[in-house]
């Protein structure tokens, strides 16, 4: 029968030859009640340190599962350093924009409060969620980094120096987000902060353009809502300075 | 007083130096009961050849708007020749994706159906009605054409022989979307294709690989849904292809 692994499911437990896995409830009703999988079947884990295995089902019942790990489908490998630092909008766009921040491979996702942000309550443990699934999903081997959220001066406060920090701005001098992104080498890493939908007020961007790291960057002459900005300038980096030039992991599962 | 229009809309209707405008029941209704605008107050309005053209309102009632054109605000100017050809995807992912794509400056937003694809009762009047919203607040100055949805082949019988044509490909062999997109001069224009969740059957990647304008393109290692990669493939056409370089029209309206 073929081993293809019938879904991928991010796990916190260590991952090596002949281990024995157990599954979160909410994993084990997904494998048990909506996928229906029973022992023997086998899926896909990764837990962002021990690259990805093949574990078979040994056994599965209500909000438990135990697996056995059949052998390292893939090695661990660092995505690439980009974080995504974006003022919080609202609820069904922020599930978005997590999920796809995630496929496209954001190594940090850091809600920032801004004096002009509108939704200030965003739940941690909600955009996790959403980085999971979209992790499970898209192939990753990690899942960026969620950080709780904080203002955009103490963000800025502890924002490493030296590392490039892009400010998607709609107003003012700015370079292409092209020309940024082939400006940086993959191994600094790269920040990219999107600002709130009525913009930073002119106090942040004097704060801003007072950093050393910062570039003002653009993304063309359309104004884009916050999260088709983050998406945009994501894929322009991964494509321009990141992995854009490598394939999807190709497995003979058979 | 700040002549700053409160919002802009898409009208049918010609615009031009001393005219008069109605608007729709929909925008009468947004103005009066949403935004809650009186008499004297401005909009800008935009209909895809006349430019954009600074309006106040005469009067406004019930379902009925009467404006007044004060004066052309920015030119007609033709946007990025750049298609998107997908396969339909469900109904909140879908809205997501033209709103989206409209963002980006497609100028033709065509359904496909292939083999694997799903979901397949399309209604283009409600990707017409996502269309025209995200072109508001755009700021295009037009809307993208909405290509009624069809079959795979057909599309592609229609589709002009010596345009462009880009496939977004998750296995085998393709060129980064980056070296595709910077290969290709704009004046030619561009079509993207995101094929189903499923991927193409081997009989439609065939028939694809014969097309001659067809070259098969790769968005990086991780595996993206639909719209996420037609959003990306669109970014960066329009990054390295398109007017990505170009910034959003600053007006003073005081």
């Known amino acids: ?14 991952l090596a030859a002949g281990g ?4 979160s409830p909410d994993h084990a009703h997904f494998l048990r009640s ?3 999988l029973e022992p023997g079947r086998t899926v896909a884990l990764f ?17 438990w599962a135990s697996l056995s790990l059949e052998g390292q489908t893939r090695l661990q490998a660092a995505g690439p350093d980009v974080w995504l630092y974006f003022a919080p909008i609202k609820r069904a766009r922020l ?7 995630t496929e496209l491979g ?27 699934e979209a992790a499970e999903q898209s192939e990753r081997l990690d899942l960026p ?9 103490r963000a800025l406060d502890e924002h490493p120096q030296d590392r490039p920090l892009l400010v998607c701005a709609e107003a003012g001098d700015a370079v292409s987000m092209a020309d940024a992104a082939r400006s940086l080498s ?19 961007l004097r704060f801003l353009a007072d950093a050393p790291a910062v570039r003002f960057v653009g993304l063309g002459p359309r104004i884009l809502r916050a999260e088709t900005a983050a998406l945009s300038a994501l894929a322009l980096w991964q494509a321009l300075a990141g992995d854009g030039a490598q394939r999807p992991p190709h497995r003979d599962w058979m």
């Open 95 to 101: 599930d978005f924009l997590v999920q796809k921040a």
């Open 34 to 36: 909506v996928l229906r």
């Open 47 to 63: 837990n962002g340190r021990d690259g990805e295995w093949l574990a078979r089902i040994d056994g599965i019942g209500k909000g």
């Open 145 to 153: 980094e969620i950080g709780e959220p904080g203002k955009l001066d």
């Open 20 to 23: 024995v896995v157990g599954l």
């Open 106 to 132: 954001a190594a940090r996702i850091q809600p920032v409060v801004t004096q002009r942000t509108i939704v200030e309550r965003v739940k941690a443990d909600r955009l996790r969620a959403n980085a999971m």
């Open 186 to 204: 993959a191994d600094r890493g790269c920040t990219i902060l999107i600002g709130p939908e009525g913009g930073f007020t002119p106090d942040e």
């Open 1 to 14: 029968m073929s081993r293809k692994p019938a879904t991928r499911l991010y796990v916190e437990e260590d």
